[in-house]
């Protein structure tokens, strides 16, 4: 099986644009979870979506947003960048009835 | 508290045995979770345990669970140059009856010299 894919793998933008960032998941994996890694904060928990509905949300502001579509397929959106932004965007997912998150290989976004 | 710690750095020479260790703070974690991070990747899972084991053997990667003092550990034995990079620990956190939320240590990183 193919594994988590993420698109784009590097992104630039500067301050105040808005950013899309795409998830696949495992195929046959339901659940998709989103995770901020930064060297200050480490990983931090962004949102999950299981059949396309949000399950469940760290603490991150509402300019984070994300959503799910039928194939299971997600993203993630971040609007008015900031600089604090810039960080490493994995994506993870899993199959239904286990706990084992399987990650993709990030999107990088730098925010200038 | 949620925090997950780690020591943030372990060198070793090559051949020797690494162990990585790690404290949760979740009693009601059901699994933990080990990933490794090689630079510019995303994670790769190495291994996880359940909370009611106590060890998990799985080729040259040994996890210990002390479920009383919430401390796991990670032993990789013959570490390699290979085994070069970031470890994470992780537990999983039940939100509702979800499991979609794992937290993480800050990472070791694990230098091998030849």
């Known amino acids: 099986k193919a594994g988590v894919t993420q698109t784009p793998r590097y992104l630039i933008k500067t301050r105040g644009q808005q950013v899309t960032l795409s998830c696949s998941p495992i195929s046959g994996h339901r659940s998709v979870s989103w995770y901020q890694q930064t060297p200050g904060q480490g990983l931090q928990f962004l949102f999950e979506y299981f059949s396309e509905t949000q399950r469940n949300k760290g603490n991150f502001p509402g300019r984070f947003s994300g959503r799910q579509f039928s194939n299971s397929r997600s993203e993630m959106n971040v609007s008015t960048l900031e600089l604090g932004d810039s960080a490493l965007y994995l994506c993870?997912?899993?199959?239904?009835?286990?706990?084992?998150?399987?990650f993709g290989p990030g999107t990088r976004l730098t925010v200038l | 508290g949620e925090d997950v710690e780690q020591s943030l750095f372990l060198s070793v020479r090559e051949g020797d045995s690494s162990v990585i260790n790690c404290t949760y703070t979740d009693s009601s974690s059901t699994y933990l979770y080990w990933y490794k991070q090689e630079p510019g990747a995303g994670l790769q899972l190495l291994t996880y345990?359940?909370?009611?084991?106590d060890m998990k053997q799985d080729q040259r990667l040994t996890v210990l669970l002390n479920k009383k003092d919430k401390h796991l550990s990670l032993r990789i034995a013959d570490t390699q140059t290979g085994d070069s990079a970031i470890y994470f620990c992780?537990?999983?956190?039940?939100?509702?009856?979800?499991?979609?939320?794992?937290?993480f240590g800050k990472g070791t990183k694990l230098s091998v010299k030849p």
């Open positions: 345990i359940f909370s009611n084991m």
């Open positions: 992780a537990e999983s956190k039940m939100n509702g009856g979800s499991q979609g939320n794992l937290i």
């Open positions: 993870a997912s899993r199959s239904t009835g286990t706990d084992t998150q399987y």
